[in-house]
């Protein structure tokens, strides 16, 4: 009876509750359920902060520029004996000193790096402690859509330490999607800054859900994502599949996304079925007999229809981890088990045979313009003015291959080039000055300044006749058929000098220099400036020109001069703008697809860096000065890419310049570099822009 009257009157103490009253209590009740969630977590959340290495950083035309003194970040206690992991992000800039601050320790501690996971962009770091708090993690069972998912971060000041019950910075959401990221990460839609990389999103029970990255689906660099931080999307790895990794980190060996070693003959991840468009060397698909023109039905025995299903299903792979695939080759439905994956795909130069090729020239062949000396062409007998009338090897069965007038000479021939493998024997039917015909044999170096040494990777110096003027001339076919004749006098008339133009959508501008004697049957080169901070002026674009102006009249040279929004730096959708500007450039004017170069300096100079990797359809060159390199992808061999890097010597960063050859290097991406003696970051003088110039002028080497 009593039990009965108690129950009675707990329904009439809910009953007598007004609505607002049960709101309030309810927002109570949550209010001390993430109060207390972050207080089981708190004392296993750290502050790291970092300084030394280079301050500047750049995301892409979609996130800013900036400089990586950001203050403080975050990371979380994994292992009681020292053991923090962290967001990849947090390290980028090569550190010379990182500490950590524990809660309830006075005193921070040095850390050191162990390890990263490069596919889930994480760090482990190692401390010297013992007994520290452990929180416990979130299966991933029991992460779904719609959960509470609160964000922690260490961004105030610790001087005076981080007391053992302060409270980390907080940002609450919830999971919006789980799976993402090809299957690697959870999304959140709190809002997540860098101070929070690397730090949890914790669950209302106060387990971690994940560590905080930045990340995106279409990209895999340390800084993918980052432009979307505060947003309302954010990323994290999952606690659990962290654990599972940190063990083979503390071994102290790099984790590697499993590679399967193709490309898909189309870009479009959402469209088209995934076809094979090319086999890389010594790489699991090559192993399994894959070929260009297969095409993928099955992954680990999961129907594939689109290259994203593939992405997804490869998305959580390792270096050395298994996988089963099936496929379709014609008619015929093959199948391979039990593959195992690669870390990376093998580096290859490419390959090179030493000449630069006349340019603008209807006629059938490659007219030799220049021949580098000791390279393969000039061991073989190659001689200036000489007309390479067919190419082949000792594997062609039918013979030597003649140019076709399908493209221009010196591009069939480049196609042919980057079919071939380093210490590939060539065959060249050449036709000399004197109207002889003979066949030579040359065997292919690699590229020059992909070495230890960039020496003679530059012509001390050029002919000055680089084209035959004809750009607008039709190519000769291979049946006798005599070319129309074209009227010049209908070659569109082009405003010269300095020019203020339009983007095609209408929301942009950007400067363009055309050189006074501009002539549409010659092919330009196209500079891309990209101006460092507090440059962003007409009068700063004059300035540039006036110091350009002389080599694009003597090297038919045309500048596109976009111009940031603020004098800080490029904001995130300048970007984008930028290469419209220089596509709309490419697409009006007579323009050589070999040789448009991006270029630019500090800030401006890793934007031109990153515009390289991320648009290799459009730029052959990179040219840098007092900027740094991050993240080197793989080399194309299909689409060259060369770098011009350049520091003062009294440059803060130059050690770092300096650092970035090797990483390029390493990917066999030809590279120079030159530290300008007694200087800090500043801009090229005369006789470095000579060099530049010529530079640019021998970016067509064959």
Not at 367 to 381: H, L, M, Q, T
Request: proline share 6%; hydrophobic share 40%; with cysteine.
């Amino acid at each position: 009876m009593i039990r009965r009257i108690s129950f009675v009157v707990a329904l009439l103490g809910v009953a007598v509750l007004s609505p607002r009253a049960r709101a309030q209590n309810l927002n109570d009740q949550i209010e001390q359920a993430i109060k207390d969630s972050i207080k089981k977590v708190a004392p296993a959340v750290v502050q790291i902060t970092t300084s030394g290495g280079s301050d500047m950083v750049v995301t892409g035309p979609k996130g800013p520029a900036f400089r990586k003194a950001l203050g403080p970040t975050t990371g979380v206690v994994v292992s009681a004996d020292g053991y923090i992991i962290s967001s990849a992000f947090n390290f980028i800039n090569n550190p010379t000193n990182i500490l950590v601050h524990i809660p309830g320790n006075p005193e921070a501690f040095v850390a050191q790096r162990v390890a990263n996971d490069k596919s889930r962009m994480i760090t482990l770091l190692k401390i010297d402690a013992k007994g520290l708090e452990v929180a416990p993690a979130t299966p991933v069972k029991d992460i779904h859509e719609g959960q509470w998912a609160i964000a922690l971060g260490r961004s105030l000041d610790t001087k005076l330490g981080i007391k053992k019950d302060q409270s980390p910075v907080v940002s609450v959401g919830i999971v919006s999607a789980v799976g993402r990221i090809w299957g690697k990460a959870i999304q959140v839609d709190c809002k997540v800054s860098p101070v929070n990389y690397g730090g949890p999103i914790i669950d209302i029970q106060g387990r971690i859900q994940g560590i905080i990255i930045p990340a995106s689906p279409k990209g895999d660099g340390e800084t993918a994502g980052f432009e979307w931080y505060d947003s309302g999307i954010g990323f994290a790895i999952p606690m659990e599949d962290v654990l599972a990794v940190v063990p083979r980190l503390k071994a102290g060996k790099d984790l590697m996304k499993g590679l399967l070693g193709v490309r898909m003959k189309s870009q479009d991840m959402y469209g088209p079925e995934p076809v094979i468009g090319e086999v890389m060397k010594d790489t699991a698909a090559a192993r399994a007999g894959l070929k260009p023109g297969d095409v993928l039905l099955e992954v680990d025995g999961k129907e594939v229809v689109r290259m994203a299903q593939v992405l997804h299903a490869l998305g959580r792979k390792y270096e050395g981890d298994k996988v089963s695939l099936k496929y379709r080759r014609g008619k015929d439905v093959l199948e391979v088990k039990q593959l195992e994956l690669v870390g990376t795909n093998t580096v290859v130069a490419q390959p090179f045979l030493g000449i630069l090729p006349m340019r603008d020239d209807p006629k059938l062949g490659v007219e030799v313009r220049y021949v580098f000396p000791k390279s393969p062409a000039d061991k073989a007998g190659v001689k200036r003015g000489d007309r390479i009338l067919k190419f082949g090897t000792d594997k062609d069965k039918k013979g030597l291959t003649a140019f076709n007038g399908a493209k221009r000479g010196r591009d069939q021939f480049l196609d042919f080039l980057n079919g071939q493998d380093i210490g590939t024997e060539i065959q060249l039917e050449v036709k000399r000055k004197d109207g002889k015909t003979e066949t030579v044999k040359a065997t292919l170096d690699p590229l020059p300044a992909t070495g230890a040494s960039d020496e003679d990777a530059i012509p001390a110096l050029l002919p000055v006749d680089a084209s035959v003027k004809k750009a607008l001339e039709p190519l000769e076919n291979t049946i006798g058929v005599k070319p129309p004749k074209i009227d010049k006098a209908e070659a569109p008339k082009v405003e010269t000098g300095l020019v203020k133009r339009n983007t095609p959508d209408g929301e942009h501008k950007y400067y363009l220099y055309v050189p006074d004697d501009y002539d549409p049957n010659v092919s330009y080169a196209v500079l891309l400036w990209l101006h460092p901070p507090g440059k962003n002026k007409e009068a700063d674009i004059d300035d540039m020109v006036s110091l350009w102006a002389d080599f694009c009249a003597e090297n038919h040279i045309l500048i596109v001069a976009p111009l940031s929004s603020n004098d800080s730096g490029w904001i995130p959708s300048e970007g984008e703008y930028v290469v419209a500007a220089v596509r709309d450039v490419v697409s009006k004017y007579s323009v050589d697809r070999q040789r448009v170069i991006t270029h630019g300096m500090a800030i401006g100079g890793q934007l031109a860096i990153y515009l390289g990797f991320n648009h290799r359809d459009l730029f052959r060159g990179v040219v840098t000065t007092g900027a740094i390199v991050t993240t080197v992808k793989d080399n194309v061999p299909n689409q060259r890419l060369s770098f011009y890097l350049s520091g003062g010597q009294l440059d803060p960063i130059v050690k770092t310049i300096v650092e970035g050859r090797t990483k390029l290097i390493e990917k066999k991406f030809p590279t120079v570099l030159r530290t300008m003696v007694n200087r800090g970051r500043e801009y090229f003088e005369e006789a470095q822009l000579r060099e530049v110039v010529r530079w640019i002028d021998s970016l067509d080497r064959q």
